[in-house]
């Protein structure tokens, strides 16, 4: 069974940054493909990244690659999403979502972030 609680999000102005942290129960955490995923009011939940259970492979959604980071500290069992240059179009909740298989079958219970004007 895994756990997975994001903190982090908040309010910021547009242009300011971020971090995200996804903390995980797991035993095995460093075997973990974690993903970021975010949803805006109305929309459909988008991919935003995911990293491999090392840390060594990440792999972004094309149009967030040069302002969005994906990182892990697997002796903390957390990944985080460092997000700089924000804009209002990045307001969502975002959730963190563990692989099992070949579906992310663990998900956390969201963070919202607002980005204002």
């Known amino acids: 069974q895994v756990q997975l609680v994001e903190s982090g999000g908040g309010l910021v102005q547009a242009g300011g940054s971020l971090r995200l942290s996804c903390a995980a129960s797991?035993?095995?955490?460093?075997?973990?493909?974690i993903a970021w995923f975010r949803q805006a009011p109305g929309k459909e939940r988008e991919f935003v990244g995911r990293?491999?259970?090392?840390?060594?492979?990440?792999y972004y959604t094309d149009s967030l690659k040069g302002r969005f980071t994906i990182s892990r500290d697997n002796a903390k069992n957390t990944v985080y999403l460092q997000m700089n240059s924000l804009k209002p179009e990045d307001t969502a909740v975002y959730y963190c979502?563990?692989?099992?298989?070949?579906?992310?079958?663990?998900w956390g219970q969201g963070t919202q972030v607002t980005v204002s004007s």
């Open positions: 979502a563990a692989l099992k298989g070949a579906e992310y079958h663990y």
């Open positions: 797991a035993r095995t955490f460093s075997s973990l493909v």
């Open positions: 990293i491999s259970g090392s840390g060594g492979v990440t």
